[in-house]
């Protein structure tokens, strides 16, 4: 205690000390944290419709499964506070997520590569999700392109035949209520017409088997079915065409 008081002269001798062990205890988990965080390098032969750039994600390999444990807290986290906000997710995206994933059987194998995914969805995607939903929305057509942009990053980020791999893990269920949005939404909506180069999942075929498999999980059937009833009571009038295709880089292994 006298040792922390002196560096901290200010502070009591017992408060000072305990002030420094919080600091050793925040530094460990920051690094523990760091452990996986997620490394991102530019990926030039995307050319998206914003200012932001693409980025391609690689996850850093993870000495224990404890670091993973924490990055899967943080990401339940960040699904229960989307869930506060209802009013900004007239869907109930969130609360669909939170169903699918409890009720899914969902695998740990490939773990680290779909917490990558994971936070893929919530850095690049969940932010332009609102452009199709909200009825005042700043640059609409530039945020329908970019997430064209983020669609193909998904593809190539995908392994299949689920999103991580061989088993069903948290990534399918965090983004297949999405999908149900942007498969109700952008053909009708915003000119993503089927069998045109405009289709959702024109030359993106991991998604498109990923996409027809989970029809097959009762879960994700049930879901799928309610999302269509609530985008149809959404009665969205404020769609505009947005074609992509001719900004697209599409991806090596689409056919």
Not at 16 to 29: D, M, N, P, Y
Not at 60 to 84: K, Q
Request: hydrophobic share 40%; glycine share 4%.
């Amino acid at each position: 205690p006298m040792q922390a008081a002196k560096l901290l002269p200010s502070t009591p001798p017992m408060l000072a000390l305990l002030l420094l062990l919080g600091a050793a205890e925040a530094a460990r988990a920051f690094a523990t944290t760091h452990d996986i965080h997620i490394q991102g390098q530019f990926q030039p032969g995307y050319r998206c419709g914003t200012s932001a750039p693409s980025l391609a994600r690689r996850i850093v390999p993870c000495p224990s499964s404890d670091s993973n444990r924490l990055h899967a807290s943080i990401l339940a986290s960040r699904t229960t506070a989307m869930c506060s906000t209802a009013s900004d997710d007239p869907l109930q995206l969130s609360l669909r997520r939170e169903q699918l994933l409890k009720e899914l059987a969902t695998t740990s194998a490939e773990e680290e590569r779909a917490l990558a995914l994971c936070d893929l969805y919530y850095e690049n995607i969940a932010p332009l999700e609102p452009a199709i939903w909200e009825p005042e929305y700043d640059d609409r057509e530039a945020a329908i392109r970019e997430l064209s942009c983020q669609l193909d990053r998904l593809e190539v980020a995908a392994t299949g035949p689920m999103l991580a791999g061989r088993q069903i893990s948290r990534a399918d269920g965090l983004l297949f209520p999405s999908m149900c949005v942007l498969w109700h939404t952008l053909p009708r909506h915003f000119g993503w017409l089927p069998w045109t180069e405009e289709a959702i999942f024109y030359k993106r075929p991991r998604l498109h088997a990923w996409w027809e498999l989970m029809q097959f999980e009762d879960p994700a059937a049930k879901v799928a079915e309610e999302l269509l009833s609530d985008v149809e009571a959404l009665s969205i009038d404020w769609g505009v065409p947005v074609p992509t295709s001719h900004i697209r880089t599409l991806p090596k292994h689409a056919p």
